[in-house]
């Protein structure tokens, strides 16, 4: 049974820090690209930063600088760790495991709130 299970997400006042942990089992971790993605209300999700099978990350423009992701495959984890957070940080944040057969792999997402 394959399941990516999010957790971290809360309220932050702006400027703080917070970081998200995706748990992933029922799969081979090693071979899947992991990424987190963000979705708003009332907008189209969007993706907020990717780490390869090797490790090389990329990220969006909104948050270079910002955020950065990592993964510890020895404990089937990827991180996202979120500073000088936005209130346009706000979303629901969901991570996703991908192959190279394009098979696609989706937790049900952890909310994060930046509001003073």
């Known amino acids: 049974q394959v399941q990516l299970v999010e957790s971290g997400g809360g309220l932050v006042q702006p400027g703080g820090s917070l970081r998200l942990s995706c748990a992933a089992s029922?799969?081979?971790?090693?071979?899947?690209?992991m990424s987190w993605h963000r979705q708003a209300p009332g907008k189209e999700r969007e993706l907020v930063a990717t780490?390869?099978?090797?490790?090389?990350?990329n990220y969006a423009d909104s948050v270079k600088g910002r955020f950065t992701i990592s993964r510890d495959n020895a404990k089937n984890m990827v991180y996202l760790q979120m500073n000088s957070l936005k209130p346009e940080d706000t979303a629901v944040y969901y991570c996703?495991?991908?192959?190279?057969?394009?098979?696609?792999?989706w937790g049900k997402g952890t909310l994060v709130t930046v509001s003073s």
């Open positions: 996703k495991a991908r192959n190279y057969r394009d098979i696609n792999y």
């Open positions: 029922g799969f081979t971790f090693t071979i899947y690209a």
């Open positions: 780490t390869s099978t090797t490790g090389n990350t």
